[in-house]
């Protein structure tokens, strides 16, 4: 995966996000989704604006249901904020780069 985007998986869940200090962001998708690839090279450029202030992850959903069952993420693309371990905020379905940019801004001043 190019760029600042780590995919994570179920096993790795509780340390990467969970145990994560700061603001994370989760990309909640699969390969057969549309509007997941048009969101794709979004966050792409988003880790490389924010590197080193906010950690980019992806999680597949077809291969980590039991993340997506536990968060209730019904559709995809989902993208999850987590601040020090904790659900702070989300955004459902394919977006312009200026929503997910201000949904940033303001939780990193929050």
Do not use: H
Not at 61 to 69: E, F, S, W, Y
Not at 74 to 87: E, R, S, V
Not at 91 to 110: C, E, M, S, T, Y
Request: charged fraction near 25%; aromatic fraction near 10%; proline fraction near 4%.
């Amino acid at each position: 995966m190019a760029g600042g985007v780590i995919e994570v998986s179920s096993s790795e869940w509780d340390k990467n996000v969970l145990g994560a200090s700061g603001l994370v962001m989760v990309d909640f998708w699969a390969p057969w989704c549309g509007p997941c690839r048009t969101v794709a090279p979004i966050v792409e450029e988003l880790s490389e604006e924010y590197k080193g202030r906010v950690t980019f992850l992806k999680l597949n959903t077809d291969d980590n249901q039991d993340i997506a069952v536990r968060y209730q993420v019904m559709g995809i693309p989902t993208l999850m904020f987590f601040k020090d371990g904790k659900t702070v905020d989300k955004i459902v379905g394919a977006q312009g780069k200026k929503n997910f940019k201000d949904k940033i801004d303001a939780l990193l001043k929050a």
